[in-house]
């Protein structure tokens, strides 16, 4: 069964600096990987996706890597916003289209 | 396209009243799928759709739980003699196939 784990679970920084979030998983047999955002009692809205082929894909100041053989996926947020206060979630899909979420790591950028 | 929309957004129930939920996918999206989550955790998968077909239910779906797909549409997901451990927000997501998946703004469930 797959399980997703992201640390740290919360994280503080003040604006202007990189946000670092780590996703590891414990089964290489994903179809892709999907990072979201989640705003306080809202919905998720997609951020990136990275097939199961790619190494990495960008977005804007977001950009997303993904290492299969390791089980571990990084989100780099450039020059951080508080704007960018939320909860990111990383969810690996399987042959079915299931996602499996981790918990989550929620983020806090001071101005 | 507005995107993937829930109703009702909030529900209040007594405890063993039935409740259902609606959601309205992208219009060309043909899986349509339903997580639950509880505060703190992030989603869980409940069951999908392709078309009208529903291919996987989760253990988590008892027998209190159905969901259905009719036409490949819109689908709607009920829960029947509702129990306090039931509240959560209850999320809908469409995709093509097996591409990214987008998700509505939810349905938060509070069973009293």
């Known amino acids: 069964k797959q399980e997703v784990t992201q640390i740290p679970a919360a994280l503080s920084v003040p604006e202007g600096e990189n946000l670092v979030l780590n996703c590891s998983f414990t089964?290489?047999?994903?179809?892709?990987l999907q990072w979201f955002r989640q705003d306080p009692g809202k919905g998720l809205t997609s951020l990136l996706l990275i097939q199961s082929s790619q190494r990495e894909q960008t977005s804007g100041r977001l950009n997303a890597s993904l290492d299969k053989s390791s089980g571990r996926s990084t989100l780099y947020i450039a020059a951080s916003q508080p704007g960018d206060s939320a909860t990111y979630l990383c969810a690996s899909t399987d042959s079915w289209g299931k996602l499996q979420f981790g918990a989550g790591t929620q983020v806090v950028v001071t101005p | 396209d507005t995107g993937v929309s829930q109703d009702p957004r909030h529900k209040i129930t007594k405890r063993g009243q039935n409740v259902t939920f609606r959601c309205d996918p992208i219009?060309?999206?043909?899986?349509l799928y339903w997580y639950r989550q509880t505060l703190g955790q992030g989603p869980e998968f409940l069951t999908y759709f392709q078309n009208e077909a529903q291919l996987e239910k989760s253990r988590l779906l008892s027998d209190r739980f159905s969901a259905e797909r009719p036409k490949g549409s819109f689908s709607t997901l009920e829960i029947q003699r509702t129990e306090q451990g039931d509240s959560a927000m209850y999320l809908c997501a469409s995709s093509s196939n097996l591409d990214e998946q987008y998700f509505g703004p939810g349905t938060r469930l509070t069973v009293t």
């Open positions: 219009s060309e999206h043909n899986r």
């Open positions: 089964d290489s047999a994903i179809y892709n």
